[in-house]
T-cell receptor
Framework: GAVVSQHPSWVICKSGTSVKIECRSLDFQATTMFWYRQFPKQSLMLMATSNEGSKATYEQGVEKDKFLINHASLTLSTLTVTSAHPEDSSFYIC?????????????FGPGTRLTVL | GEDVEQSLFLSVREGDSSVINCTYTDSSSTYLYWYKQEPGAGLQLLTYIFSNMDMKQDQRLTVLLNKKDKHLSLRIADTQTGDSAIYFCAVPNNDMRFGAGTRLTVKP
């Protein structure tokens, strides 16, 4: 089946630095990818919709200048957490639908655990 | 590992009730979740239930949890065409495990 990968799987960084997380669809093209974050023992929350070749659409309350999204190709979307702070520590997950149709499946990446010291 | 299973398709008439079922193999989570995905959009949290409850009602939505049988259901009363979407149950363990999603079609 379709696979979505994320890199890195975990990252520890100092406060004030920027961290880039990659999401790749390995065997299918994804014009759209979704980015979620999950705080410990809490629900998955949609952050933004990444659109290939155009600007990402951010959910209410998500700072677009803080979480930069670039969907450079049909198989790669990146999320850059800029000037990271400890409160940005979270589990970031991407997903990609295999198509735009009603019955297309959506596949989730394994997630990236970010810890900001 | 965790298995979360849902039936893939459900079709109802407008005004009827919809019941979407989910079974899981194990959960150590405090909460269990239902997400809604409209065509072309990302998952949005719809509702959740605390694991020591057996029922939660939120307007037209009723969540039932049978921990003994490891069965979770979502009932939508007076289903509308705008409810047409894919509904995912999610059971956290060490990570978030999703069912395959139930595609609800509401016919006028």
């Amino acid at each position: 089946g379709a696979v979505v990968s994320q890199h890195p799987s975990w990252v520890i960084c100092k406060s004030g630095t920027s961290v880039k997380i990659e999401c790749r669809s390995l065997d299918f093209q994804a014009t759209t990818m979704f980015w979620y974050r999950q705080f410990p023992k809490q629900s998955l929350m949609l952050m933004a919709t990444s659109n290939e070749g155009s600007k990402a659409t951010y959910e209410q309350g998500v700072e677009k200048d803080k979480f930069l999204i670039n969907h450079a190709s049909l198989t790669l979307s990146t999320l850059t957490v800029t000037s990271a702070h400890p409160e940005d520590s979270s589990f970031y997950i991407c997903s990609a639908p295999t198509g735009t149709g009603w019955y297309n499946e959506q596949f989730f990446g394994p997630g990236t655990r970010l810890t900001v010291l | 590992g965790e298995d979360v299973e849902q039936s893939l398709f459900l079709s109802v008439r407008e005004g009827d009730s919809s019941v979407i079922n989910c079974t899981y193999t194990d959960s150590s989570s405090t909460y269990l979740y239902w997400y809604k995905q409209e065509p072309g959009a990302g998952l949005q949290l719809l509702t959740y239930i605390f694991s020591n409850m057996d029922m939660k009602q939120d307007q037209r939505l009723t969540v039932l949890l049978n921990k003994k049988d490891k069965h979770l259901s979502l009932r939508i009363a007076d289903t509308q065409t705008g409810d047409s979407a894919i509904y995912f149950c999610a059971v956290p363990n060490n990570d978030m495990r999703f069912g395959a999603g139930t595609r609800l079609t509401v016919k006028p």
